[in-house]
């Protein structure tokens, strides 16, 4: 017993020695003396054979605690309550607060919701602290707009509206997007033309592309697909890659939904991004076409296919083109009757007859007389 209190007298006068080091300092170093609470703190824990008086332990718990709150930001007021003589109490929404939160851009229906109140009170309070949501806008002129879009095109040549906006609020400039659109017809015309969402008939882009997958077995998928409605204008496969193969699978198309007004094809027809066809590529590969590639090179693995040989590429187009074209004839039918999600879940069937309706496309009197071919 008398070891243990000749121990505990040695260790409270270290403690002592610490505690009152790092209190001394004028002023006092917070974040030393934080630290050495910590380690006081972490030490008596460890010390399960040494009992230290309760009072020193009860003090050091309260000294953590006081450090500890320092850390903690003050609790932000941005709604206030205010009772008046009469009536209901008044929310008192913070003005510097209320202002942030409309510089980032917020509608006044989050900013309500964000604050906890309804969205008049955000209303009348704008109104009451003179703030509006057109004040807010850049009034910069539309020549330096342009010039601002052009700049930013020129480090990002693919940006579309999304990325553009986001450049120009970062350095200050708050547009409308109307303006913004505007802007960027006038800047990067054709840009906006690859971009189908701003296009909105039927017909007014088409993307035409084949596909070579299976083109070591002499087998080649052409498609088309319309930009805006991505509705199938054609899918089919042919035992060639000519240019007369191609057009044939084109003007198929053209017989059965008419003419394109604007195409584009990975030869260089249109100057814009083909995106739509090689996004349905990936979904052709995904339910058609891998099974004839895992089919056909499990039969040339196993040597029942011999791709030197003519009679063999010959015997292959008999037995899988045909099934092909049929499979990919189902893809399509399926494919123009699938709902899609940003589209509200019309099928592109369905959006095709509502383009139609108000963006019509006349068919050619005589098919022949409009296509010619040499």
């Keep these: 017993d008398e070891g243990r209190a000749i121990e505990r007298r040695s260790i409270d006068s270290v403690h002592w020695e610490r505690l009152q080091c790092a209190l001394n300092n004028n002023p006092p170093d917070l974040d030393y003396l934080e630290n050495i609470v910590s380690q006081e703190m972490t030490f008596i824990n460890a010390m399960e054979n040494v009992a230290l008086p309760n009072d020193i332990c009860e003090a050091l718990h309260q000294l953590s605690s006081l450090l500890d709150l320092r850390n903690k930001p003050p609790p932000s007021i941005f709604v206030v309550r205010s009772i008046g003589p009469r009536g209901r109490f008044r929310l008192q929404v913070t003005e510097d607060h209320l202002q942030s939160l409309l510089h980032l851009g917020l509608p006044a229906t989050c900013v309500a919701d964000i604050l906890g109140v309804s969205r008049r009170t955000i209303y009348r309070r704008m109104q009451e602290y003179n703030m509006s949501v057109r004040s807010l806008y850049s009034t910069m002129t539309d020549d330096a707009l342009d010039n601002e879009v052009r700049d930013i095109k020129s480090r990002l040549p693919h940006a579309g509206y999304q990325i553009v906006k986001g450049c120009l609020e970062a350095e200050g400039h708050h547009v409308q997007w109307t303006r913004l659109k505007a802007s960027m017809h006038r800047v990067d015309t054709e840009g906006i033309l690859s971009r189908m969402t701003s296009m909105g008939c039927p017909h007014f882009l088409q993307h035409i592309d084949n596909n070579h997958k299976l083109i070591r077995y002499n087998m080649v998928i052409f498609g088309g697909i319309d930009g805006y409605l991505r509705k199938i204008m054609y899918l089919n496969a042919g035992s060639n890659n000519t240019a007369n193969t191609a057009l044939q699978f084109f003007l198929d198309g053209v017989r059965r939904f008419g003419w394109p007004y604007n195409l584009i094809d990975p030869w260089g027809t249109f100057l814009c991004s083909n995106c739509r066809i090689e996004r ?64 509200g879940f019309l099928t592109p069937n369905q959006l095709w007859e509502l383009g139609m309706l108000q963006h019509p496309i006349r068919k050619p009197e005589t098919f022949e007389e409009n296509v010619a071919v040499e």
């Design 280 to 343: 349905l590529w990936r979904d052709i590969w995904t339910g058609v076409t891998h099974i004839y590639y895992d089919v056909l090179h499990s039969l040339e693995e196993d040597g029942s296919l011999d791709i030197s040989d003519n009679l063999h590429l010959f015997c292959a187009q008999y037995t899988f083109l045909p099934r092909l074209k049929a499979d990919l004839a189902k893809f399509s039918a399926g494919w123009n009757d699938h709902p899609i999600r940003t589209e």
